[in-house]
T-cell receptor, first 114, second 114 residues
Framework: KAGVTQTPRYLIKTRGQQVTLSCSPI?????VSWYQQTPGQGLQFLFE???????NKGNFPGRFSGRQFSNSRSEMNVSTLELGDSALYLC?????????????FGEGSRLTVL | AQSVAQPEDQVNVAEGNPLTVKCTYS??????LFWYVQYPNRGLQFLLK??????LVKGSYGFEAEFNKSQTSFHLKKPSALVSDSALYFC????????????FGKGTRLSVIA
């Protein structure tokens, strides 16, 4: 069974640009969560989607947005990039949302903002 | 709001010695507790979880964790450390309401020295 796939794996942008990251969950998983990982802050929760609906949103500015499609694939977008947005963005999927099951993580998209 | 504290940024242990990585949590209601491990340039891998039942939970690669409700702790342990256990370890919690995301601590870097 294929795992969670994130694309692109690495990308470099400049301040003010925007970026879109993609996540394909494990087949059959309907819940997708996004996290931002930085050395100083650990993993910070961005969004959680289930069946195309945003269930939860973390404490990030409106420049961070996301969506989920009918096939459970998800994208997140960051507009007007800032230097502080440089991070590893991790996507995770699970069968259902907010349950007792574990999340399955992709290998992440590493964003560098210059 | 739920939160996780991992009081040690770094833990060093000699190969063959027992290891402990500490985690304390705060939730409203009952906690669902998880441990994950991250190897360099990789996503997070699930190690074990506590949902209910026996306070001692056994997981992958010989790891175990003990849930202590009175101390709101969920420390990760292993009787005999291996050099290959060197990695970044994350504790995570969600409550049992069904409405909250999985919240992670900032991580503890474990270094096992031969």
């Amino acid at each position: 069974k294929a795992g969670v796939t994130q694309t692109p794996r690495y990308l470099i942008k400049t301040r003010g640009q925007q970026v879109t990251l993609s996540c394909s969950p494990i087949s059959g998983h309907r819940s997708v969560s996004w996290y931002q990982q930085t050395p100083g802050q650990g993993l910070q929760f961005l969004f959680e989607y289930f069946s195309e609906t945003q269930r939860n949103k973390g404490n990030f500015p409106g420049r961070f947005s996301g969506r989920q499609f009918s096939n459970s694939r998800s994208e997140m977008n960051v507009s007007t990039l800032e230097l502080g947005d440089s991070a590893l963005y991790l996507c995770a999927s699970s069968l259902v949302a907010a349950n007792t099951g574990e999340l399955f993580f992709g290998e992440g998209s590493r964003l560098t903002v210059l | 709001a739920q939160s996780v504290a991992q009081p040690e940024d770094q833990v060093n242990v000699a190969e063959g010695n027992p290891l402990t990585v500490k985690c304390t949590y705060s939730v409203s209601g009952n906690p669902y507790l998880f441990w994950y491990v991250q190897y360099p340039n990789r996503g997070l891998q699930f190690l074990l979880k506590y949902i209910t039942g026996d306070n001692l939970v056994k997981g992958s690669y010989g790891f175990e964790a003990e849930f202590n409700k009175s101390q709101t702790s969920f420390h990760l342990k292993k009787p005999s450390a291996l050099v290959s256990d060197s990695a970044l370890y994350f504790c995570a919690v969600r409550d049992d309401s069904g409405n909250t995301p999985l919240v992670f601590g900032k991580g503890t870097r474990l270094s096992v020295i031969a």
